[in-house]
């Protein structure tokens, strides 16, 4: 059965992305990477939040890699989080309104694979739900002040987490975490 796991680059300071929902930033920090090199073969679809799928791209400007997953190197099912599906449809995208339903689609085409959850809230929403059983962090060295932070959870209670392993790339050091139930 899949597992949920949200993997994501974040600055030192804990943002995910720069105000505004800037992306530019991550450019230099995608680099070589064993552990998301790795990672990109055991993914079996994607849960994406709809302002992570329609939002901005550190790929910008490269038309071989801009919109696509892992710049290109992953392609499968996606399953976009949303209440407001566009009218046309998109080649590989499904478009769901609910995360229950999101959540089960995903795991049923992912098999035996990983669900990678893309998007904060929808990370958060998994969480608060009880779906997420594990968390990547790739850590690049950069402080960005402000932005989109990893987990925004005003108020929340703690959550456990269990560290799988910690490997170093050229370009950051990554965190594997189980989440305790």
């Not at 779906?131 to 960005?144: G, N, Q, R, S």
């Not at 925004?152 to 965190?175: I, Y």
């Given at each position: 059965?899949?597992k949920?796991l949200?993997?994501?680059?974040?600055?030192?300071?804990?943002?995910?992305?720069?105000?505004?929902?800037?992306?530019?930033?991550?450019?230099?920090?995608?680099?070589?990477?064993?552990?998301?090199?790795?990672?990109?073969?055991?993914?079996?679809?994607?849960?994406?939040?709809?302002?992570?799928?329609?939002?901005?791209?550190?790929?910008?400007?490269?038309?071989?890699?801009?919109?696509?997953?892992?710049?290109?190197?992953?392609?499968?099912?996606?399953?976009?989080?949303?209440?407001?599906?566009?009218?046309t449809?998109?080649?590989?995208?499904?478009?769901?309104?609910?995360?229950?339903?999101?959540?089960?689609?995903a795991?049923?085409?992912?098999?035996?694979?990983?669900?990678?959850?893309?998007?904060?809230?929808?990370?958060?929403?998994?969480?608060?739900?009880?779906?997420?059983d594990?968390?990547?962090?790739?850590?690049?060295?950069?402080?960005?002040?402000?932005?989109v932070?990893?987990?925004?959870?005003?108020?929340g209670?703690?959550?456990?987490?269990?560290?799988?392993?910690?490997?170093?790339?050229?370009?950051?050091?990554?965190?594997?975490?189980?989440v305790?139930?």
């Amino acid at each position: 059965m899949a597992k949920m796991l949200y993997s994501v680059t974040m600055s030192l300071d804990g943002f995910i992305a720069g105000p505004g929902g800037d992306m530019s930033w991550l450019t230099e920090h995608l680099g070589p990477n064993p552990t998301v090199d790795k990672l990109i073969g055991d993914i079996g679809a994607l849960l994406v939040g709809n302002r992570t799928f329609r939002g901005d791209d550190p790929y910008k400007g490269d038309a071989d890699r801009e919109g696509k997953a892992f710049g290109g190197g992953w392609s499968g099912p996606q399953f976009v989080l949303t209440h407001h599906a566009p009218h046309t449809p998109v080649p590989g995208v499904t478009f769901v309104g609910d995360l229950d339903s999101g959540v089960a689609a995903a795991k049923a085409a992912a098999g035996d694979k990983y669900v990678n959850v893309l998007g904060a809230d929808v990370a958060r929403q998994c969480l608060d739900a009880g779906h997420l059983d594990e968390i990547l962090v790739c850590i690049a060295p950069v402080l960005l002040g402000g932005g989109v932070r990893l987990f925004d959870r005003p108020g929340g209670t703690n959550v456990k987490l269990e560290r799988l392993s910690l490997t170093h790339a050229p370009q950051a050091t990554n965190l594997w975490l189980r989440v305790d139930t």
